[in-house]
């Protein structure tokens, strides 16, 4: 089956997101242009595929269809439909 490719979309298959370089350079200037307080979260690891707990606020970066928090000083990029990690910028 062919599909098409998607211009600057993430694409997931299974449980892999991959983060296009062109979406990784607009979060992070994004995430430099709107710095957010460090917050830490006891019980839960910063790994790809970990889930947030509702109560952690997700922030909206434009043009990227997933949300961003900083834990522990590192950006976190998150699922809003399934707080779930895709990744985790140093």
Known sequence: ???????GV????????II??????????YVERHPLASISLLGV????GST???TVELHEV??????YVVVDDRTVLVDPG?????????
Not at 62 to 67: C, G, Q
Not at 82 to 90: F, G, S
């Open 1 to 7: 089956m062919f599909l098409p490719p998607l211009a």
């Open 10 to 17: 993430g694409v997931a298959t299974a449980d892999q997101v």
């Open 20 to 29: 296009t370089p062109e979406q990784q350079t607009v979060v992070r200037e």
């Open 45 to 48: 690891e910063l790994n790809v």
């Open 52 to 54: 947030l707990p509702d």
């Open 62 to 67: 434009p043009d990227v269809e997933y949300r």
């Open 82 to 90: 399934t707080r779930r990690i895709v990744q985790v910028i140093d």
